[in-house]
């Protein structure tokens, strides 16, 4: 983001209807909402975009399966987007839906201007479709010559005539734009991806179909009845329709974007495609494109079939939504993947929520009530803690730079540091002892810094949790808006003579998981071994255990699956007839030859599964923290297919 502006215009991807929300789309979300919500906090005007992606062959065959009609099945799961953001108080100024009479009529307009400028063509196209993805993809590019290379579903055979958008011509200036716009794609990392597909050349992109009916029509002005857009084509563009493009412009004062949030799957389509478009359109472009990461279930991603997706309605049920928001932001670094568990977010809450904030307030409650009747005066802070109050004003005023790097998880870190500095000088300067000393002077400066560090880290993290922040700046009579912004952040000012007002303990720790699934197990659970899965919280029987067959094997091959930037392809020994060929997530951990002739533990009786379009006919086991993974294997060298348990 810029801290130049007076506008910020934020947006998130539009979601596919062919499927219920989940923590993927809701961390999009959640990132964008916090966005809008510091932009709106610091006095920009903002305008945050969301809303549902309708078209397209996904959904028809979507619909088709569950006997409904396209519009119906839309105007359904679009409404469960929208509910779920509207009970997770997402603060967005419109939710669009590309089936809206004023996104259709945009879009139409944008296609006769793109057509009007000759970057639209007519042609034959022949090639891969994965309806999946909704993407083509040349011969080359496929996995096994039939397999698409980002979800590693198979494609489809695809020849029709079909308009053509001039692509390619747009390649020099793209490669222009990514050279001159530093920060155009976030992070880093992801834009050099970026720009080595577009060196290796662009190819005229397909934007019409023939063969189904679930999308846009061209202009009339074009008159070809047959064809529908291309469903990227026309989801790209609510990024301007939602603004009235094509018809009533007031909102494209907001234009260009401040940022398109985005998963890493659809970082192509936003980060070439859509600037070509805008190109071809005459519009600026974005200013900037930021990719995050995915996350995933024990390192496997989450989809309905392994039955490992996490409901998130679910988890801010059980947690809390706010403790959610910021276990999602904090947990894992902008743009690299993060896997959801139940201990980790417990973690987040018991030691950053709970000891060091919630604490924290306790604490400035119980000395302002103990030793002042619970009266804070600011007036000795600068005098005997100058130190403290300009390390912790430093770190505050640097944290719009992790905000327009979309580093939410350092921003949060920096607050965390105040949050230390806080509790450290409790523990330093011992206010109980002062006021055995007398020195009631020095208690008093040390609880009324305290106060004036919890009322700016409560500011700071209001766009991540709004309403427990509101609690904790009530304690100190702060409303936390613009003005209070202002005043205590910008023009670092500190409270004047003030009361506290108690409230109830925030953050309460919690002892136990809350939630029961998903908890993916190897073993198919019957409902019976549910229910006592349940009531004996997690204890299995022996008989349990022993239905999940694990081996000792010997890795003969290991070889990195190409376009995959996790899996490992091993051929494995378990002293069996042929080798085993097992789809492993350790690229990151493990080089293929340090694996040649190492003995690993398997799970040999899972139901083989395609994983990237390869065959997997069992799991390694491995044991994994926060920043490292280790595969399970014996002591000694032992037979191959040798049983373990
Ligand atoms: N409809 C397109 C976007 C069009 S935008 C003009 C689409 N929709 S989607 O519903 O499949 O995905 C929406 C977003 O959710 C993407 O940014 C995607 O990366 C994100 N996520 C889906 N699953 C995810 C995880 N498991 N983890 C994190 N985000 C992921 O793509």
New binding site residues.
């Given amino acids: 983001m810029d801290n130049k502006c007076k506008r910020a215009y934020i947006t998130t991807?539009?979601?596919?209807v062919n499927?219920v929300p989940?923590?993927?789309?809701a961390?999009?979300t959640i990132i964008c909402d916090t966005l809008a919500r510091y932009s709106r906090l610091t006095g920009l005007e903002t305008y945050f975009l969301t809303g549902t992606?309708e078209h397209g062959q996904k959904i028809e065959e979507a619909a088709k399966k569950r006997g409904k009609s396209a519009k119906q099945y839309a105007d359904e799961i679009s409404g469960y987007f929208k509910d779920l953001w509207d009970e997770f108080e997402i603060s967005y100024d419109k939710f669009i839906r590309t089936t809206d009479k004023e996104h259709i009529k945009g879009v139409q307009k944008a296609f006769e201007v793109m057509y009007k400028k000759g970057d639209i063509y007519k042609d034959m196209y022949e090639g891969h479709y994965c309806v999946s993805c909704e993407s083509f993809f040349t011969k080359n590019q496929l996995i096994d010559n039939e397999y698409c290379p980002d979800c590693g579903k198979p494609t489809n055979i695809v020849k029709e005539e079909s308009y053509f958008f001039k692509l390619s011509k747009y390649e020099k200036k793209l490669l222009e734009w990514y050279n001159d716009k530093e920060n155009c794609v976030l992070p880093k990392g992801k834009k050099n991806e970026v720009i080595s597909f577009v060196e290796q050349g662009l190819k005229d992109l397909s934007v019409t179909r023939t063969s189904f009916d679930w999308g846009i029509k061209l202009p009339k002005s074009i008159n070809d009845p047959k064809h529908v857009m291309y469903v990227w084509l026309d989801?790209?563009l609510?990024y301007i329709t939602a603004l009235g493009y094509g018809d009533d412009e007031k909102l494209m004062k907001f234009w260009p974007a401040t940022v398109h949030v985005?998963?890493?799957?659809?970082l192509r389509?936003h980060a070439i495609y859509w600037p070509a478009f805008l190109m071809s359109l005459d519009l600026p472009l974005p200013k900037h494109i930021a990719a995050?990461?995915?996350?995933?279930r024990n390192g496997e991603?989450?989809s309905k079939s392994k039955g490992n997706v996490v409901n998130p309605r679910d988890v801010a049920n059980a947690y809390g939504l706010e403790n959610f928001r910021y276990f999602m932001l904090r947990e894992v670094p902008f743009g690299q993947d993060g896997d959801f568990s139940q201990k980790a977010l417990m973690d987040r809450i018991n030691s950053d929520l709970s000891n060091d904030l919630g604490n924290l307030v306790n604490r400035v409650l119980g000395m302002s009530g103990k030793y002042f009747d619970m009266k804070v005066n600011s007036k000795d802070v600068e005098k005997f803690h100058k130190k403290e109050l300009e390390e912790a004003t430093n770190i505050i005023n640097n944290l719009y730079t992790y905000i327009y790097d979309m580093q939410l998880n350092r921003y949060l870190e920096g607050l965390w540091k105040v949050l230390t500095i806080a509790n450290q000088s409790i523990a330093t300067y011992e206010p109980w002892k002062k006021m055995k000393e007398s020195k009631e002077d020095e208690a008093m400066a040390l609880v009324a810094l305290i106060a004036n560090l919890l009322v700016k880290v409560s500011i700071m993290l209001h766009p991540v949790m709004p309403k427990s922040t509101q609690k904790i700046a009530s304690v100190f009579g702060v409303e936390i808006n613009t003005e209070s912004y202002k005043k205590y952040i910008e023009n670092e000012e500190l409270l004047g003579e003030i009361t506290l007002e108690k409230i109830p303990p925030l953050f309460p720790k919690i002892e136990k998981m809350l939630m029961t699934s998903p908890e993916p197990t190897t073993v198919k659970e019957t409902k019976k071994d549910k229910k006592e899965d349940t009531k004996s919280d997690g204890i299995i029987t022996i008989d349990q255990f022993f239905q999940t067959k694990l081996k000792i094997g010997t890795i003969l091959e290991a070889v990195e699956v190409e376009g995959s930037d996790k899996l490992l392809k091993l051929q494995v020994d378990l002293g069996e007839e042929k080798p085993r060929q097992i789809i492993a997530g350790i690229k990151a951990y493990y080089k293929p030859e340090e694996l040649l002739q190492t003995q690993i533990c398997v799970v040999s009786n899972l139901k083989p599964a395609k994983i990237f379009g390869h065959k997997s006919e069992g799991m390694l086991l491995a044991a994994k923290d926060k920043n490292s993974l280790s595969l399970m294997r014996p002591q000694n060298r032992v037979a191959d297919g040798s049983s373990v348990g």
């Fill in positions: 991807p539009i979601y596919y499927d989940h923590i993927g789309h961390y999009t992606d989801a790209l609510n985005v998963g890493k799957d659809i389509f995050h990461g995915w996350w995933t991603k989450m």
